[in-house]
């Protein structure tokens, strides 16, 4: 009432009896049951209400309440239609633009115009009612309307369009010029993929497989929008996909086990191009602030709306950019697939995609040793008795079917693993530096050891167990000391042996004796009987201990001479905790004695 009974022509008593007559008589048609009459409940749309909120303004108010206030086609109704389930069951946009005209129409001219939050809220809310609700409203309807300013908390409606007109023109006008929203699309793509997760590299927005290498690491391919994926047969995103794959350029790609693509959302892509198409249109209006003469807070407003823009591209290009599609092979025989999984979260891209891959098994980051023997005799890999590391390398690389290593180090790693289990015969394979075709035999032939592979490129071959342990049998066979190849062996005095002679061909010599038994006595300095001890135990004990079936027994003797004698509490504790510590003599079950003389003999 005295923000209004401020206009020249408003009548105190007179204008505010014909105003609530109208409003009254326009509830009372329209039914309303509301306990109070509030700026919110003032229906504004009725021809009659609005007349009288309009008579007394100096300016041309009614397209400014057509628009953004209330009627049939205006903002506020039109977002709580969208809304229907949260906003839309409260009227709360119309509510707080009612609220928020009325406040600030007949005060545009003041110093301090406009309404705060609190105050719109509280001209709106009924009881039961949450203010939550109006403030999801208040902040809807200043990001989207032609006539509704803002400044810090404040609110107000005034009949000059806000920057925000200005911005949805310059938006409309992008939807002509697609390359800048490539290119903004371009460059944040980039900047997120610098996050690589698993994959050694990203290929972003490639044109053609010319753009994709063919490697023998994993790498993530990400599509442009220009093709979107679809659960519809044939989308854009399968036929793009499926042409980088099979070749790179004019020459077919070999290393096809090493590339999933991600690809955009069809129905999620026009929200993020809508949402990239407004930040550019608030940046450019920031970049033309002189130009338009704008004032101190219309560019307030501007950056405000640019940083809420850009929250949003931020947010929503995740949610665009879920789909991974992943060319799958169940056996050499089989035909390629393609599987499309769902991302979530809102990780980097490649995070997430290297996180769902490897949730899947569809990216292996580590590879065991016996993972690749039941790999190399599943396909099978051999090449014969053997098969090269070089080989295996690109065999990994290559066919679908096996499973997609991170790079070689992998699978480097597994065949060091597979090589130094003591099991290696049941479990794995051997190793070898080479074959040499002429003698029939592997050069450097091990198993059961730990080897070093510099990297994939390095000579090495990989050797079924049957076939090294034939060879490692035949070389472990020596001939007898003293005896001449192919002389018969004598038994006793001069008698000649009967049965296979040592160091003829094809006969065995029997294998050079073990030792099979350990003993040794050591002395401990007393004053360093916890360092010494260690050192035993580390470079000593741990290696016996370590052995396939040894028993080892570890028997701690002391002796001490005490010329003038031990004094009875030396006696009584030592004798406690050596009980306590399960000591025995030796010799008797006493563990002192009172004659001086030699020592006890060792046990």
């Known amino acids: 009432y005295t923000d209004w009974s401020t206009l020249v022509k408003f009548q105190r008593t007179r204008g505010v009896l014909r105003l609530m007559a109208a409003v009254i008589h326009s509830l009372w048609e329209k039914g309303d049951k509301n306990p109070l009459i509030l700026p919110a409940n003032i229906p504004i749309?009725?021809?009659?209400?609005?007349?009288?909120?309009t008579r007394y303004l100096s300016d041309n108010w009614v397209p400014v309440i057509e628009k953004d206030v209330d009627g049939p086609s205006s903002l506020p109704l039109r977002i709580d239609g969208e809304l229907a389930g949260t906003l839309g069951k409260f009227a709360a946009c119309r509510r707080v633009a009612r609220a928020i005209y009325l406040g600030s129409a007949p005060t545009t001219t003041a110093a301090h115009r406009g309404l705060e939050d609190r105050r719109v809220k509280l001209g709106c809310v009924m009881p039961g009612e949450s203010t939550a609700v109006f403030g999801d409203a208040l902040r809807r309807l200043a990001g989207a309307a032609t006539y509704l300013y803002q400044d810090g908390?404040?609110?107000?409606?005034?009949?000059?369009?806000?920057?925000?007109?200005?911005?949805?023109?310059?938006?409309?006008?992008?939807?002509?010029?697609?390359?800048?929203?490539?290119?903004?699309?371009?460059?944040?793509?980039?900047?997120?993929?610098?996050?690589t997760g698993d994959f050694s590299r990203i290929h972003p927005l490639p044109h053609t497989g010319q753009d994709v290498p063919d490697d023998l690491d994993a790498r993530l391919v990400v599509l442009g929008i220009d093709h979107p994926y679809s659960k519809e047969p044939g989308s854009a995103a399968e036929t793009a996909a499926k042409a980088i794959l099979e070749s790179r350029g004019n020459t077919p790609r070999l290393y096809r086990n090493t590339l999933v693509f991600l690809a955009a959302d069809k129905t999620r892509l026009q929200d993020l191009d809508e949402a990239v198409r407004r930040y550019l249109a608030w940046e450019s209006i920031l970049r033309d602030v002189n130009t338009l003469n704008l004032a101190p807070q219309q560019v307030r407003q501007a950056d405000e709306q640019r940083t809420s823009a850009d929250s949003a591209v931020t947010a929503r290009l995740p949610e665009t950019y879920q789909w991974l599609l992943v060319p799958v092979q169940t056996s050499p025989?089989?035909?390629?697939?393609?599987?499309?999984?769902?991302?979530?979260g809102q990780d980097a891209l490649a995070l997430r995609a290297s996180k769902k891959l490897r949730s899947d098994e569809l990216l292996v980051t580590s590879f065991a040793g016996t993972r690749l023997r039941m790999e190399l005799d599943r396909v099978p890999l051999w090449r014969g008795d053997h098969v090269a590391v070089k080989q295996l390398t690109e065999d990994f690389a290559r066919y679908l079917y096996l499973p997609r290593l991170k790079d070689s180090s992998g699978l480097l790693g597994a065949v060091r693993d597979g090589v130094s289990l003591l099991t290696w015969e049941q479990d794995a394979f051997a190793f070898a530096d080479s074959f040499d075709e002429t003698a029939g035999r592997y050069r450097g032939l091990?198993?059961?050891?730990?080897?070093?592979?510099?990297?994939?490129?390095?000579?090495?071959?990989?050797?079924?167990?049957?076939?090294?342990?034939?060879?490692?049998?035949?070389?472990?066979?020596?001939p007898a000391a003293g005896a001449t190849p192919g002389e018969p062996a004598t038994v006793g005095e001069g008698t000649p042996a009967t049965g296979p002679v040592a160091g003829t061909p094809g006969s065995p010599t029997p294998m050079a004796a073990q030792p099979k038994r350990f003993h040794g006595t050591v002395t401990l300095d007393p004053t360093r009987v916890g360092?010494?001890?260690?050192?035993?135990?580390?470079?000593?004990?741990?290696?016996?201990?370590?052995?396939?079936?040894a028993k080892v027994k570890v028997t701690l003797e002391v002796e001490a001479e005490i010329p003038s004698g031990a004094p009875d509490h030396v006696v009584r504790t030592v004798t406690e905790n050596s009980r306590t510590l399960k000591f025995t003599s030796g010799r008797t079950s006493d563990l002192w004695d009172e004659l001086t003389g030699p020592p006890h003999p060792p046990p």
């Open 153 to 195: 908390p404040r609110y107000w409606y005034s009949t000059q369009p806000t920057v925000t007109k200005l911005a949805e023109d310059r938006a409309e006008q992008l939807k002509r010029d697609p390359d800048k929203v490539v290119q903004e699309l371009d460059k944040r793509l980039r900047a997120d993929l610098r996050k």
């Open 531 to 549: 360092r010494d001890a260690s050192r035993i135990a580390d470079e000593v004990i741990a290696h016996l201990s370590g052995l396939v079936g």
């Open 45 to 53: 749309d009725d021809p009659r209400v609005q007349f009288e909120l």
């Open 333 to 344: 025989q089989a035909a390629v697939e393609w599987q499309a999984l769902r991302l979530s």
């Open 446 to 478: 091990r198993g059961g050891q730990n080897i070093t592979l510099a990297d994939a490129g390095a000579p090495g071959l990989l050797v079924k167990e049957a076939v090294a342990r034939r060879q490692l049998d035949t070389e472990s066979v020596k």
